[in-house]
């Protein structure tokens, strides 16, 4: 089993560098970098930048899903005829928008630890347990976002006619079919630019991170700035990949806009 982990791991690291845009085979780096401070291998940090921005996009990439889930119900919970389910949301939504997004990373990295070596030791393990740091920028940039989302998604929810529901009720659906026919289509139309907000502000909270050790773009920069006292260079190159990502994500945002427009009457 661990020959076939390790096989499929290396299958994955070589696919990786195999599409790496900046020190693959056709990567930036490599053809327009060599014998600069930038190239790839032992003779300058394009490797380690590379790297970062991998783990910064990942990152990013692997907190939307959970923060669009969790919101989604969370924006749902808003609704409910329940009042104790209403106040533990907006409690929630408060709590992760009022703090600081830096110290809702320390607590949920830290306070992971905590618990991990509690349960750990209450099981009989005496060793020292630490979190991945990758996991817990995760979780806490997840929680932050479903706050933020939920509000958005509820302001959505808000916007979309009472009598859509009926009308999946004249036709016969459940609850459940008339939210995945009728419901959801609106309000990812209608919530989408707001969403579109919402990621960009998350790929700038990634850069957070790197406080717990992770190395993302702001970290190895960071590291290559101090090695080589070159820190214009170096955090001007954390800028650029940092709007590259933005201007991608501006893209996929207006393409995914027409497509949740395409049935709208053209007047």
Avoid at 44 to 67: R, V
Wanted: hydrophobic share 55%; glycine share 8%.
């Amino acid at each position: 089993m661990q020959a076939a982990f390790a096989a499929l791991s290396s299958i994955v690291s070589w696919f990786a560098s195999m599409i790496d845009p900046m020190c693959g085979p056709i990567g930036v780096f490599r053809l327009f970098a060599e014998g600069t401070l930038l190239a790839c291998g032992d003779t300058g940090w394009g490797d380690e930048i590379a790297y970062g921005f991998m783990i910064t996009a990942s990152l990013a990439i692997c907190t939307l899903p959970i923060g669009l889930f969790f919101g989604f119900f969370i924006a749902l919970a808003k609704q409910s005829e329940e009042k104790s389910l209403r106040l533990a949301t907006n409690i929630y939504t408060t709590i992760f928008r009022g703090l600081p997004e830096l110290l809702t990373l320390f607590i949920v990295y830290y306070g992971l630890q905590i618990v991990a070596q509690q349960v750990m030791t209450a099981v009989g393990y005496e060793g020292p347990v630490e979190i991945n740091a990758f996991i817990a920028g995760m979780i806490a940039l997840g929680v932050v976002f479903s706050a933020y989302c939920s509000e958005v998604l509820l302001s959505a929810f808000k916007a979309i006619p009472r009598g859509q529901y009926e009308a999946g009720d004249a036709l016969g659906f459940h609850r459940g079919k008339t939210m995945r026919l009728i419901i959801l289509p609106q309000l990812v139309r209608i919530a989408l630019p707001g969403l579109g907000n919402l990621w960009m502000a998350l790929l700038k909270d990634t850069a957070l991170v790197s406080v717990i050790g992770l190395p993302d773009i702001l970290r190895q920069t960071g590291v290559a700035a101090r090695v080589t006292k070159n820190a214009f260079e170096f955090f001007s190159i954390a800028c650029l990949l940092f709007l590259i990502l933005a201007m991608l994500s501006s893209l996929v945002f207006s393409a995914l806009e027409r497509w949740t427009k395409r049935s709208e009457t053209v007047r």
